[in-house]
């Protein structure tokens, strides 16, 4: 499953999962039956996604001749502080 989510700060999160994050306290029970029409509706899209590459290189090359001409602006300590938000280790 493909996650796209953004920060307030505008930056884009994407996030790869075989199945949805499961709490803690929540019982390792099967997944109740899908009602049949939203199991034909949602298996194209779910077909589609699953044969999404996992980088879209064409944009990582587009992005990176802009860093690399000067065309992007790049503040590493913003990106720092993004990262450690990230990772939960924002104080």
Do not use: C, W
């Not at 994050?21 to 029970?29: K, L, N, T």
């Not at 899209?45 to 990582?60: N, S, T």
């Not at 090359?61 to 790049?74: I, N, Q, S, V």
């Amino acid at each position: 499953m493909r996650i796209t989510t953004s920060t307030p700060d505008g930056m884009t999160v994407q996030r790869v999962a075989d199945a949805a994050p499961v709490d803690a306290g929540e019982a390792a029970a099967p997944a109740p039956a899908a009602a049949p029409l939203q199991s034909a509706v949602m298996q194209p899209a779910l077909r589609a996604m699953r044969e999404m590459p996992d980088i879209d290189q064409e944009k990582v090359d587009m992005l990176r001749d802009a860093l690399a001409k000067g065309e992007l602006p790049f503040d590493p300590a913003k990106l720092a502080g993004l990262i450690q938000r990230f990772h939960g280790s924002e104080k």
